[in-house]
């Protein structure tokens, strides 16, 4: 296609510029915010323009608070969430769109109804069930008597493994990739059961290649929001070295009536946004142009 | 043996040798967040560093919502902490889960002599029960009114009237005068400083049984006084643009610190706030009443310290010991005079006046003074209500929709009482049986 | 090109007969019935109790949850809101998304700037970002509102509920058009560009080809997006709605999630929550099914 548009184009950017402008602007003014003195910040009405103390803010950010360590785990974490949510959802979608089994439809609404229940208003038995993960088995033991149930324990909380598995099961990431699954043309599945490729071969080296820039798309969403979660790190961190940046960022918040200390706070948002930044710069690259061509 | 191996034989010798001299180590979660919360990392280092048998550990837990969530989760998984900060709100949620013990209890048996009574007397009110303290006092406030000096000279005044009915025309002068946009600002928890205080300063009962004190079976009779006119008064400062609604997104108090707003009802802690950013002179008062009334003392916010069950003997100890020295003048004095907050015991005012305090920041005694006027009546030594957060919300829509003028001032109230005593019936239906 | 698919949502060349699936199927099955349903099904048994939030005390009062609920003229009108505010976000999010990727996909310098400038927006903490918008817009000190008090505009979401529900149908947009546009971009990219050549040989501009080729190949994204927005607009705006309007003014934004996380968790009415949960959970579901059923027949699966 050798196509020019210059006006179309014209019209693109502006676009672009505008769009990003006004997504951006509350993300400038944290940045206007977080370069600010004390001072500045409690007159009314702000100033547009970003002051000049953002270096002594980002050294009192630092003295404040161990951000190292907190970044650490915040990418830990988000890692974790991000790869764990990718590969369990991956093949649970596989699962619902290429094979015949019964229960296939009830296993999908399964997956889908954990969408409908914010974690905010289950938080205490979310808690129980992560504090201790033979829960399900103490019960049952209860019911048997079985002694050797009852006693079980295993707790996660202060972990890693306590802070991922329980984001980990998302029926997003399992819906996109059944929407994506259904438009891969079936030509491509036919053939390879020609060709004697197993379930496992075909998805490897035919669906997982194909489904790239979905993956991107999605790693990036995912990592985002394994990086700002809140409520689920705080509650189940009493061990200041588990804690995740955004709860750092939190302790710095200011109280209703006390000092009001925007500017640190407006500081290290941005020092806490910068990781995930790295990270949406480094996988957009890997969007590719669409694989799929049955256009033939 | 290699050098590694010889590191970490002698960081395995020194561990067990710190664990066989170890303090007890305490769990302390709270909700201090921003400039506060470095004020508890420090109170918390004093102790610790004041003795060699307990240790500390200071949490933030998040916001109070969020400390008090995280607690009951942790309670059920049986993980709780030893102490939790809870606000005045949560108080029978507190004393009727079952799960606390009470302060008082807690320091007899392990033999500390803490003088109660001299304890400021709307604080004890507040947290004691069936004669005994439930919760450790810490951070205690009470509403003031803050105002713009220069604002009110250029509106001819000398400092604010001490009654509504001498500050309303003084706010509608500054805003008719042009001195201000904005003569005084809505502060977010106005039931407290606005409705619950107001009852409390002028003598009125705000719900039957002595404000709950006598009973679960209380019910509001806010709807039935003068309350109707304060909230009346509060619709007109608001619909004439006299008194203007911070909102969301700024702390009202900013509004008065940047010279927006002529005046604020703000906790005492706001000094904080005020002496840091506020670039005109400004000074303090006690809080407004109706013309020809004795004004009574005002009553706290703010949260105390409880203890949890389900800790060894050893942790206890730790506990009370906490308890004992936050309660030690030096450091309510201390804690007093940094945060804002108000020293919950007689002997630490007396002491910071003595010092020499309150010559330099005179409007720092404003909030004790008005804490400790008069001899607390029944309706101004507390609130004891059930399902309290529930009932705030409804009482904040209700008021707001009169604000809006979506309904009659006195229908609001109705409504609001309605919805609330809805709420008190719940909470006597679940707690039958206890006082 | 193929007929309809057999079974909804199944390939028609599929495999069969295994135990492969349900092993496929297993580790997220696992995960959320530890960490979803069984904390689910004990959260949502208050609805049939009253309870202490310590679980000192607990009472079985069948109905009594939902009739004090369907009782309340406050919750009728949140439901009402609700509605509005779900379908106004949702075409918000989605048409804006689609022009910026549209936008994107056109150009060729740039494309990966914007795609990270139009991705940052997500990167703050939700947190922080329902402070600054709250700050942007509120009408005492805001830039933004101060903007629009300039045009003449009496910006005032503290007293004009109108305002306060354009604010949150905003503010929610705001982060979910990112998310939107992601999607939206990828699924451009794999549109097949032979199809787009031969359009263009035909004489099709950049915009017919959008609309009559490039919409209709990635309907099975903008389906699935639909679902998502709905979802996110029912369940997973109650921080936004509690930074910028705390429900406000006198509960006119105050949304059904908003009730239940409020009721949930500041107010820890713990029945009315789990009963409202379970309403709105009970909307939700039919409203997917509806969705499942109605929509999804005119997506194009077969590329």
Not at chain 1, 25 to 34: A, D
Not at chain 2, 295 to 324: D, Q
Not at chain 3, 101 to 116: C, D, E, L, P, S
Not at chain 3, 172 to 182: D, F, L, M, P, T
């Amino acid at each position: 296609m050798n196509e020019r548009t210059p006006v179309l184009d014209l019209v693109c950017h502006a676009i672009l510029v505008l769009g990003a402008a006004i997504v951006c602007l509350p993300v400038y003014f944290v940045f206007v915010i977080g370069s600010q003195s004390q001072q500045e910040i409690m007159q009314v009405p702000l100033s547009w323009l970003p002051g000049d103390q953002f270096l002594a803010n980002v050294q009192t950010v630092l003295n404040n608070a161990k951000f190292g360590r907190l970044l650490l785990n915040s990418f830990v974490v988000a890692c974790g969430i991000t790869f764990g949510k990718l590969a369990v959802s991956l093949i649970a979608a596989f699962a619902v769109t290429y094979f015949r089994f019964p229960f296939r439809l009830t296993a999908f609404w399964l997956i889908f109804m954990s969408l409908m229940l914010p974690i905010e208003v289950r938080i205490v038995p979310t808690y129980e069930s992560a504090a201790n993960v033979a829960l399900p088995l103490n019960i049952l033991g209860g019911w048997l008597s079985w002694q050797v149930l009852v006693d079980l324990d295993w707790n996660l909380v202060n972990t890693y493994s306590g802070l991922i598995l329980p984001l980990i099961a998302s029926a997003t990431a399992t819906f996109l990739f059944r929407q994506f699954f259904l438009t891969v043309p079936d030509e491509l599945c036919e053939a390879a059961r020609i060709d004697g490729a197993s379930p496992w071969q075909f998805f490897r080296l035919i669906l997982l290649p194909l489904s790239r820039s979905n993956i991107v798309a999605l790693a990036i969403i995912l990592f985002l929001m394994g990086w700002n979660q809140y409520l689920w790190p705080l509650l189940l961190t009493t061990d200041p070295d588990m804690a995740t940046a955004v709860i750092g960022l939190k302790k710095l918040m200011p109280q209703s009536d006390s000092l009001p200390t925007w500017h640190v706070l407006m500081n290290a948002a941005l020092l806490t946004m910068l990781p995930p930044t790295i990270v949406i710069l480094l996988l957009q690259r890997w969007f590719v142009k669409g694989l799929v061509d049955s256009g033939k | 043996m290699r050098p590694i191996h010889a590191a970490l034989a002698g960081a395995l010798l020194l561990s067990g040798l710190s664990t066989a001299r170890a303090a007890t180590e305490i769990e302390f979660w709270h909700a201090m967040s921003g400039a506060l919360g470095e004020r508890v990392d420090e109170i918390v280092k004093k102790f610790n560093d004041s003795q060699k048998d307990y240790v500390v550990k200071a949490i933030a837990k998040g916001t109070y919502d969020e400390v008090l969530n995280g607690t009951i989760a942790a309670y059920r998984a049986k993980r709780q902490p030893e102490i939790v900060q809870s606000n005045e709100r949560s108080f029978l949620t507190m004393v009727n889960s079952g799960a606390i013990i009470p302060t008082a209890d807690l320091m007899a048996e392990q033999n500390y002599k803490i003088d109660w009574s001299n304890f400021i007397k709307p604080v004890v009110g507040y947290y004691a029960m069936n004669g005994k303290l439930q919760a450790m006092p810490f951070n205690s406030s009470t509403p003031i009114l803050f105002y713009n000096r220069d604002h009110f000279k250029a509106a001819g005044f000398d400092k604010p009237g001490a009654t509504w009915q001498e500050l309303e025309p003084q706010l509608d002068a500054i805003k008719a005068k042009g001195v201000s946009k904005c003569a005084m600002v809505l502060p977010g928890d106005y039931e407290w400083s606005f409705l619950e205080n107001y009852s409390a300063v002028n003598d009125l009962p705000y719900a039957t049984k002595r404000n709950g004190m006598d009973g679960l079976d209380t019910s509001f009779v806010f709807n039935k006084g003068k309350l109707v006119g304060q909230v009346e008064r509060m619709k007109r400062l608001v619909s004439s643009g006299v008194m203007q609604i911070a909102g969301q997104g700024v702390v009202p108090v900013q509004l008065f610190t940047s010279g927006e707003c002529s005046t604020i009802i703000a906790s005492t802690a706001a000094h904080a706030a005020v002496v840091a950013a506020a670039k005109f002179d400004w000074s303090a008062t006690e809080l407004p009443y109706e013309q020809g009334v004795t004004p009574k003392n005002s009553v706290i916010g703010g949260a105390a310290l409880w203890t949890l069950k389900g800790h060894t003997p050893e942790k206890y100890k730790a506990v009370a010991a906490f308890y004992n020295f936050l309660a030690q003048t030096d450091t309510q004095v201390w804690w007093h005079q940094v945060t804002g907050y108000v020293p919950v015991t007689v002997a630490a005012y007396e002491a910071a006046k003595a010092q020499g305090y309150y010559d330099k920041s005179p409007t720092r005694a404003i909030a004790v003074v008005q804490l400790m006027r008069g001899t607390p009546s029944d309706n101004s030594l507390g609130f004891r209500i059930g399902n309290s957060n529930q009932i705030n919300v409804a009482i904040m829509e209700e008021v707001s929709a009169a604000f809006l003028g979506r309904k009659p001032v006195q229908q609001a109230l109705d409504d609001a009482a309605n919805r609330g005593n809805e709420a008190l019936r719940r909470y006597e239906q679940l707690n039958a049986g206890k006082k | 090109m193929m007929g309809s698919q057999a079974e909804s949502g199944l390939k028609r060349a599929h495999f069969s007969g295994s135990w492969l699936p349900f092993w496929l199927l297993a580790p997220q099955l696992f995960i959320l019935m530890l960490f979803f349903f069984i904390p689910s099904v004990r959260a949502l048994l208050q609805a049939f109790q009253l309870t202490d939030p310590f679980g000192a005390t607990t009472q079985w009062v069948g109905f009594q949850n939902f009739e004090r609920l369907f009782r309340s003229g406050v919750y009728w009108s949140s439901a009402q809101v609700t509605m509005l505010f779900t379908i106004a976000q949702n075409v918000l999010t989605l048409s804006v998304a689609l022009v910026l990727a549209f936008a994107t996909n056109h150009i060729v310098r740039g494309r990966g700037a914007y795609r990270t400038i139009l991705l940052l927006p997500y990167a703050i903490a939700p947190a922080i970002a329902g402070i600054m918008l709250a700050f942007l817009f509120n009408p005492r000190v805001g830039p933004v509102a101060h903007m629009l008090q300039g045009l003449g505009f009496d910006w005032d979401p503290n007293r004009h509920s109108g305002h306060a529900l354009a604010l949150i149908v905003m503010a929610a947009s705001w982060k979910h058009i990112c998310y939107n546009y992601i999607f939206l971009a990828a699924a451009l990219l794999s549109v097949p560009q032979s199809i787009l050549e031969s359009a263009y040989l035909d004489g099709a501009g950049p915009i017919q080809r959008f609309l009559r080729i490039s919409l209709p190949m990635i309907s099975p994204t903008l389906f699935f997006l639909v679902v998502i927005n709905f979802v996110y607009g029912l369940f997973e705006t109650f921080a936004i709605v509690d930074a910028t309007t705390r429900g406000g003014p006198a509960g006119s934004t105050s949304i059904l999630v908003y009730k239940v996380y409020q009721d949930g968790f500041v107010t820890l009415d713990l029945g009315s929550s789990a009963a409202q949960s379970v309403v709105l959970m009970t909307l939700a579901l039919a409203l997917t099914f509806a969705q499942f059923r109605f929509i999804e027949r005119r997506v194009n699966y077969s590329v």
